[in-house]
């Protein structure tokens, strides 16, 4: 739980960035707020027409009994409506990393000079980017259709979906948003998926915590710019770098006219 703990503390400080380079983190906001007006639509469009299509996926219910039919058709609009906003989110992420890669990338490297003072070299670059995120999106859609499957168990099925739900995308969530610093580095996929793994509470905790706040209306857009800079913050613990560089030790000073004190007798004092 510890690690958990921590890993979602990380997105909060990847927040401090604000403080630090507010003109990198302002300009994060502007693909977030294009693509999410196109997914926010959309979900509204979903919503409206779920109902009927709920009512043509169950003619058998026509003749139950009202509450179990009513009851039927409910579990099923609410699991298909979490399903299609947990696929949102995830296509949400993957499509505003491709789209603003240069803004992101401008927010990477405030964060890796802030914590650290230095920059990899190795470049991320818009294709792979896109290549990345088309993978999430595949990725995410197995996890959307378990989370709709559990959501159709009876009584329990809204609340084991949504939590399932939120767990692996969460997981996939914290995959995509580490993948720039740790390909900066010079890992290719698999060994970045090594390192995920090798600290999966820690990225668990920094994904679900992303995931919930972008569940919440407009907070996919006003996190993502610190979801970046925490998963770069993620990446730098993971490493075990430390949060700034280490500076040399001062050069002795010696006073004029002072004599350096003579090397330690090893010998002579190991036979005492």
């Known amino acids: ?29 502007i693909p977030g707020t294009l693509v999410g007006l196109l997914f926010g639509g959309a979900l509204v469009a979903w919503g409206l027409v779920l109902p009927g299509l709920v009512d ?16 039927l058709r409910t579990a099923i609009g609410v699991a298909s409506f979490g399903a299609a906003l947990l696929l949102a989110v995830v296509s949400f992420t993957a499509v505003t990393l491709a789209v603003g890669e240069p803004f992101y990338d401008r927010i990477w490297r405030a964060t890796e000079r802030s914590a650290t003072g230095e920059v990899p070299d190795a470049e991320y670059g818009f ?5 990345d995120s088309a993978l999430l999106i595949l990725r995410g859609i197995p996890a959307a259709a378990l989370a709709w499957l559990l959501g159709l ?45 090798a600290h999966r509470a820690r990225a668990l905790g ?19 710019p610190a979801a970046v800079a925490g998963s770069t913050l993620w990446v730098h613990a993971a490493l075990g770098r430390g949060s700034a560089t280490p500076s040399p030790a001062p050069p002795a000073v010696v006073r004029p006219g002072a004599q350096p004190a003579p090397p330690a007798n090893r010998a002579s004092d190991a036979a005492r």
């Open 1 to 29: 739980m510890r690690e958990f703990l921590a890993g979602a503390g990380l997105l909060a400080r990847g927040l401090r960035q604000w403080r630090r380079t507010p003109g990198a983190m302002a300009l994060g906001l």
């Open 56 to 71: 043509d996926w169950t003619p058998f219910a026509d003749g139950w009994a009202p509450f179990w039919a009513g009851a």
């Open 153 to 197: 168990i009876p009584f329990v099925g809204g609340v084991v979906g949504f939590a399932a739900g939120v767990l692996l995308t969460g997981w996939l969530l914290a995959d995509e948003l580490t993948s720039r610093a740790l390909s900066a580095r010079g890992l290719d996929r698999r060994a970045r998926r090594a390192i995920i793994r």
């Open 127 to 131: 294709w792979r980017a896109a290549g």
């Open 206 to 224: 920094f994904g679900v915590a992303t995931q919930l706040c972008f569940l919440v209306p407009f907070g996919a857009v006003a996190v993502m």
